[in-house]
């Protein structure tokens, strides 16, 4: 059954009206006894000064004054009808009358005036609202249904299907284009987009039941069905026009009232306005939130329904009221989750990269949708070397304050790492910022650092979960770190060591979002987590390590329902290393035969492995970024090829200075090497050291 089309209707255990069909429950209003002691709506003075009744009306649902007469249309807007006996709500109530239905005497046989045949109205004709109980029943209802929305689209379905076709028939919805937000305000002028109409279709079924053939509804007449394709979707409120003086009103107004009339054509379009049924058959609502109008609805009824009635009017503004504020909230809602999607996506790398030697993947949950920004983070920083640092931290709450530190954090950390610190130094300065920003700000942070060429990684750790390592062969084990203390605690020192990371394992760094919950303790669900590695690893076979994405997502599949009290960050890397024979080094002495003697080396090493056809663009390059190092480098100086995907050359001195691309004059002698670099190589840079920078660049192969 589509839950979206049924139309929420208010029930009680009263006997139903005379005439109406048991099964049909497409808007035939039942009674139901108000509660003992509550009006049902504000009471008013009878014309002689004594309070009125409640639950007092004409049998045709139109409210009488003392004189037995109907009040104005425009009377107070909250009236309430008065009773002719002031004692009536003092005495027990009698049993109610059943009103009579349109077409109740065509119904009854010769054989008695009280035989009914038991067919009400046909389906598609919702009863009518007679009494203001009934009002105010499908009023609760109604909002009830507008209020469990929580984005635009749905208040505004939630309006229509309560809506159509109780009280209407149809409804066409307006609202502002552009919405606006909080305290904005709008500048140009004001349009209004058609953002969605709902009538009662030639064939409806109810409450997912399809009716029978006996009844089904009468086919729609032409004028409510072209309404909604014949009006304009936008349209401009001119200052000072029709329509924007229906809407400054703020209160609901019948479409045959003169002011409405004058304001159709504005908002529906030149033609469209005479497909609205005459009479009081329509009601103009304006939509309007906590600080100004949002919009307009349209409620229409057919013109062989009963029209509206005056305390219809306060029907509509109760309606108009609610969606109106309910979008409003939606959208003040939907502005600060878009806030918070974005700060929490500057916050997180938005692509990994992709160093040689080590794959990576990634994930990250949020604890809950209505709390979409959290203090946790991961990183990948490439560092010279072909090494990559592993980054992954925890900051304490789940708020914006939260995720503002998380990002000076993952900040600092960056800029440490550029520095090419070790990992346990970066954990200080961490530390000293973490202090700095103020004494409760504190985070838990795991820092390795990985060499594909050495095949070993160094962990440094503050108080975070230790991370697991799957072997190749399907093996997992939790790494043995020292856990250290929080950043910002202040005052301690931080171990680092030093493990073997072979070809093929795979490290899982995560926060405790994964492992902790209120049904586990840490050490449980680190268990567990290793278990789920171990079996997943049994499944592709011990020389074929799992593919890293689905092994992300199968270490997220182990959370259960109540395992997610808080946010995940999950950071896998696949160790692939590079191997010794793809790696070409020496170390070079700091004198005018060092250029010539690298371009030599360089040659061996590229006939070596089969790439000549770099040899001329590599003994240009290298000759270039060498000359540059040993004309200012006072200890020897570092060469180093690597092959991989790329060959990559690496020339390393003791000279902090980073060099810098400028366009040299025709009359320089130099100025010249880094130009041609920028120009042949595929990727180049340069990393200041703690012992000095390294200058690299990267050319294709074949």
Request: charged content about 25%.
């Amino acid at each position: 059954m589509d839950a979206t089309r049924v139309t929420e209707q208010p029930t009680s255990f009263e006997r139903p009206e005379a005439g109406a069909d048991p099964a049909d429950g497409r808007g035939a209003l039942t009674h139901a006894p108000e509660p003992v002691g509550t009006p049902v709506l504000p009471v008013q003075a009878r014309a002689d000064g004594t309070p009125s009744g409640p639950g007092t009306a004409t049998s045709c649902g139109q409210p009488m004054d003392g004189k037995g007469k109907e009040p104005p249309v425009n009377g107070p807007e909250h009236s309430q009808p008065a009773t002719a006996d002031a004692g009536a709500a003092h005495r027990p109530r009698p049993a109610e009358a059943i009103p009579p239905q349109p077409g109740a005497d065509q119904e009854r046989t010769p054989g008695g005036p009280e035989r009914r045949t038991g067919r009400g109205l046909p389906p598609g004709r919702p009863m009518p609202m007679r009494r203001d109980g009934d009002r105010l029943r499908f009023v609760g209802a109604a909002t009830r249904r507008i209020a469990r929305g929580l984005d635009l689209d749905e208040i505004v379905m939630g309006l229509c299907r309560a809506t159509v076709p109780t009280f209407s028939d149809a409804i066409l919805v307006y609202l502002r284009d552009p919405l606006p937000v909080g305290d904005e305000r709008p500048t140009g002028p004001v349009v209004l987009r058609l953002r969605r109409t709902d009538r009662i279709p030639e064939e409806r079924d109810t409450d997912g039941v399809l009716l029978p053939g006996a009844f089904e509804p009468e086919p729609e007449p032409v004028a409510l069905a072209e309404l909604s394709s014949l009006t304009t979707e936008l349209c401009e409120v001119r200052p000072g026009g029709a329509l924007n003086e229906v809407l400054r009103g703020v209160r609901p107004v019948f479409a045959d009232a003169p002011a409405a009339r004058a304001a159709l054509p504005e908002l529906l379009g030149d033609g469209a306005e005479a497909l609205v049924p005459s009479g009081q058959h329509a009601i103009l609502a304006p939509l309007r939130g906590r600080r100004r109008v949002i919009g307009a609805a349209l409620f229409l009824r057919r013109p062989e329904r009963l029209a509206f009635e005056t305390d219809d009017l306060l029907v509509a503004a109760q309606l108009a009221t609610h969606s109106a504020l309910g979008i409003d909230k939606a959208v003040l809602y939907g502005r600060e989750a878009y806030i918070a999607d974005e700060l929490q996506r500057t916050m997180l790398p938005e692509t990994l990269p992709r160093p040689t030697g080590v794959r990576l993947a990634s994930r990250y949950l949020p604890a809950a949708e209505t709390a979409r920004v959290g203090g946790d983070w991961y990183d990948a920083i490439p560092l010279p070397g072909s090494r990559v640092a592993l980054v992954v931290g925890d900051v304490m709450g789940h708020s914006m304050t939260s995720a503002a530190i998380m990002g000076q954090l993952r900040t600092t950390a960056q800029t440490l790492a550029g520095l090419d610190l070790p990992p346990q130094e970066v954990l200080h300065h961490l530390d000293e910022q973490a202090q700095r920003l103020g004494t409760d700000r504190m985070a838990t942070c795991l820092y390795a650092v990985y060499d594909p060429v050495t095949h070993r990684i160094t962990i440094a750790n503050a108080g975070h979960p230790p991370p697991v390592l799957l072997h190749l062969g399907g093996r997992a084990e939790v790494l043995r770190v020292p856990p250290g203390a929080p950043i910002g605690v202040g005052g301690v020192d931080f171990e680092a060591v030093e493990l073997d990371a072979p070809a093929g394992a795979t490290l899982l760094l995560y926060t405790d979002g994964l492992v902790e919950s209120r049904l586990r303790d840490v050490w449980t669900g680190i268990e567990q987590l290793r278990e789920r590695l171990a079996a997943t690893a049994q499944l592709t076979g011990p020389d074929h390590p799992p593919p890293l994405e689905a092994l992300c997502d199968e270490v997220l599949d182990m959370l259960g329902p109540g395992d997610r009290d808080d946010d995940i960050a999950l950071l896998a890397a696949r160790f692939d290393g590079i191997a010794p024979s793809d790696v070409a080094y020496w170390t070079l002495e700091p004198e005018d035969s060092a250029p010539g003697q690298a371009r030599r080396l360089a040659r061996r090493a590229l006939a070596r492995w089969d790439m000549e056809d770099l040899t001329d663009s590599v003994e240009l390059l290298v000759s270039e970024v060498v000359t540059n190092a040993v004309r200012y480098a006072s200890r020897p100086v570092t060469l180093r090829l690597l092959r991989t995907h790329v060959l990559r050359c690496e020339v390393g001195d003791d000279v902090p200075q980073l060099p810098r691309l400028r366009q040299a004059r025709a009359t320089d002698e130099g100025g010249r090497g880094l130009y041609l670099v920028n120009k042949l190589a595929r990727r180049w840079g340069a990393t200041r050291l703690s012992t000095g920078k390294v200058v690299w660049f990267e050319l294709h192969r074949g």
